[in-house]
């Protein structure tokens, strides 16, 4: 394209050419089909009322990105802010009569008996212990430096001289055997 040449804007056929693209786009960022459709007509929507402001150096389709773009920015901006974290929903029942969701500043709170907890916690605590005490020393070793101790890959795979697949096959392996001490010993029924 020269220089002196614009692109132009076509709204009318937006959605037959752009929809599809725009919708992919959305998807992989957000995560949620029906909120990613909602963010393209919003983008539609946008692009209608601001076509004036289109000066024809970008292409439509790199014009119609960069409003959504600023769109799914707009939304990780509203729910990472202090009042969007209090308006996030949190589902409560997914299904049946019961089928809804609560603002998360709304979501009601135990109301157990917090030395019951206490107890209970420092009773996992030590069942955890036991069961981390009997892995095998190497897997003990592993799972400690990367689970507790977030020590990197690299770092423990040098140290024990064990390649990166090795050390997440014994991670998956000690987690494993971490689950059945702790079905054994602390969920009994």
Same mark, same amino acid.
């Given at each position: 394209?020269?220089? +002196?040449?614009?692109?132009?804007?076509?709204?009318?056929?937006?959605?037959?050419?752009?929809?599809?693209?725009?919708?992919?786009?959305?998807?992989?960022?957000?995560?949620? &089909?029906?909120?990613?459709?909602?963010?393209?007509?919003?983008?539609?929507?946008?692009?209608?009322?601001?076509?004036?402001?289109?000066?024809?150096?970008?292409?439509?389709?790199?014009?119609?990105?960069?409003?959504?773009?600023?769109?799914?920015?707009?939304?990780?901006?509203?729910?990472?802010?202090?009042?969007?974290?209090?308006?996030?929903?949190? &589902?409560?029942?997914?299904?049946?009569?019961?089928?809804?969701?609560?603002?998360?500043?709304?979501?009601?709170?135990?109301?157990?008996?917090?030395?019951?907890?206490?107890?209970? +916690?420092?009773?996992?605590?030590?069942?955890?212990?036991?069961?981390?005490? &009997?892995?095998?020393?190497?897997?003990?070793?592993?799972?400690?430096?990367?689970?507790?101790?977030?020590?990197?890959?690299?770092?423990?795979?040098?140290?024990?001289?064990?390649?990166?697949? +090795?050390?997440?096959?014994?991670?998956?392996?000690?987690?494993?055997?971490?689950?059945?001490?702790?079905?054994? &010993?602390?969920?009994?029924?």
């Amino acid at each position: 394209m020269s220089d +002196n040449q614009k692109h132009t804007l076509n709204p009318e056929k937006w959605i037959d050419l752009y929809a599809d693209y725009l919708y992919n786009y959305a998807v992989t960022r957000v995560d949620d &089909n029906d909120f990613a459709k909602d963010l393209v007509q919003e983008t539609f929507f946008s692009g209608l009322k601001g076509k004036e402001s289109f000066r024809g150096e970008a292409s439509e389709r790199t014009w119609l990105v960069s409003i959504l773009k600023r769109k799914i920015i707009d939304h990780y901006r509203k729910i990472n802010s202090v009042k969007g974290k209090k308006e996030v929903r949190m &589902n409560f029942y997914s299904e049946g009569d019961k089928k809804g969701s609560w603002l998360e500043k709304a979501v009601p709170r135990e109301w157990g008996n917090e030395g019951d907890k206490d107890i209970e +916690n420092s009773e996992l605590k030590m069942v955890l212990e036991h069961c981390i005490h &009997n892995l095998p020393e190497k897997y003990r070793m592993v799972f400690l430096l990367k689970t507790i101790q977030n020590y990197e890959t690299e770092e423990i795979c040098n140290e024990l001289g064990i390649s990166t697949s +090795n050390l997440w096959v014994i991670i998956h392996r000690a987690r494993l055997q971490l689950r059945k001490c702790l079905e054994e &010993n602390w969920y009994k029924n």
